[in-house]
């Protein structure tokens, strides 16, 4: 199949008409399964992309970040926004970067300049990024399983364990955060529809609002994702629940790969029957959990992980003086009318 015919078709004509993309377009690609190799008759095709910020942008006033087209998923960051989320090593743009040749449908010359520079991205940052969705994307596929097969005492227990986990990285993102301040604890519940319930011990004085709101937030998100399925479709969430599973076991693959090689191997060409069995369910019992085998997969997989960490070649932070220099580089020409 040739992808560029996609962008031929009538509902990607924003991509030449609008005022942000058009001509300061400088990479366009396949996301999602098709990117992975992992599509199948029903996937939809989702497209992610790379637009220059315009002069206005880099010496004026006016700011842009990304264009969202929600009809055919296709998200295009800004430069300069980009360069922001791959210095983090974040999984869903550091793909962007490693696609099989033919799942780009656009590439100019900047854009190959960006990818032969992919390498100052590659950091220690990504064990964190990588680990971190990682351990994100676990606890939703257990909590998804949990809320049809543990009794209601279990299923607190597990999102007691999850926003547990969450408030580990509160240090990272609030820098204000004392540890004790804030406790969080399993006793008999008052809610007479439970047997147990999440408790919560306060202690703040001379707190910024914004960051007590944001803790709060984060809490209150694991709460409100755990529950909102409710009923669930079976048929329908299983599909979904193998997929999930099936995206948790390529960030590992993927992070060991930056880890290892220093490489980004977003099609998973080796790994492709191994990926399309979870996705298949194969994996999963008729309960709708899944077989041990699967979690002792998953074991291998953060024991190989944390040994990548330990023994990777990668620098603890990337090189922001190259970068830099790489930025400035193409910024350059657009200040110079040179697109």
Known sequence: MDYKQILQQTEYEFIQTDKHLGKHVILLGLAGSYSYGTNIDTSDIDIRGITLNQKSDLIGL????????ENTDTVI?????????LLSCNPNTIELLGLNPEHYLYLNDIGRLL?????????????????????????????????DSFLQSEKEQHIFNSVKNAMHDFNNHYKHFENGSLEIFIDK???????????????????????YSGMWNTMANVVRDYEKIGKRNKKKDDLHLNKHAMHLIRLFMMALDILEKGEINTCRVKEHELLMDIRSGKYQKKDGTFHESFYDMLSEFEKKLRYAAENTDLPEEPDMLKVQELVMTINERVIRDEI
């Open 62 to 69: 006016t700011r842009f970040e990304q264009y969202v087209d």
């Open 77 to 85: 960051y800004a430069f300069n926004k980009i360069i922001t989320l």
């Open 115 to 147: 990818l032969d520079n992919k390498r100052l991205f590659l950091s220690k940052r990504a064990i964190n990024s990588f680990g971190g969705y990682a351990d994100a994307q676990l606890r939703r596929l257990q909590n998804a399983l949990a809320r």
């Open 189 to 211: 519940a008052v809610n007479p529809e439970f047997e147990t319930e999440i408790f919560v011990n306060a202690d703040m004085k001379h707190y910024p609002l914004r960051d």
